[in-house]
Nanobody, 122 residues
């Protein structure tokens, strides 16, 4: 069974940085795409970034491009989301997820972590 555990969230001032981690276990992820989504209060869950575990190919939402960087450590089975130049609109619960094919549709993912809260104060 796939297990995804996020960490690294917190409170930060606008313009600051945070690094989120997602520890993955329960299967071999070499053929999977790992993704980060976020959900703000009263809003739908939205795609943030993804990375192909095998090739390292990345894809970003336009709203975070140039500010966020997704990466992975194969030895640790961990995916990271480095978030720089944070804005108040980045405030949300951030979720890690995994799937055998890339999609930005959260409804097509079966495996989710518990989420980690990111709050950006202006």
């Amino acid at each position: 069974q796939v297990q995804l555990v996020e960490s690294g969230g917190g409170l930060v001032q606008a313009g600051g940085s945070l690094r989120l981690s997602c520890a993955a276990s329960g299967r071999t992820f070499s053929s999977y795409v790992m993704g980060w989504f976020r959900q703000a209060p009263g809003k739908e869950r939205e795609f943030v970034a993804s990375i192909s575990w095998s090739r390292g190919s990345t894809y970003y939402a336009e709203s975070v491009k140039g500010r966020f960087t997704i990466s992975r450590d194969n030895a640790k089975n961990t995916v990271y989301l480095q978030m720089n130049s944070l804005k108040s609109e980045d405030t949300a619960v951030y979720y890690c997820t995994a799937r055998n094919e890339f999609t930005t549709n959260p409804g097509q993912y079966d495996n989710w972590g518990q989420g980690t809260q990111v709050t950006v104060s202006s």
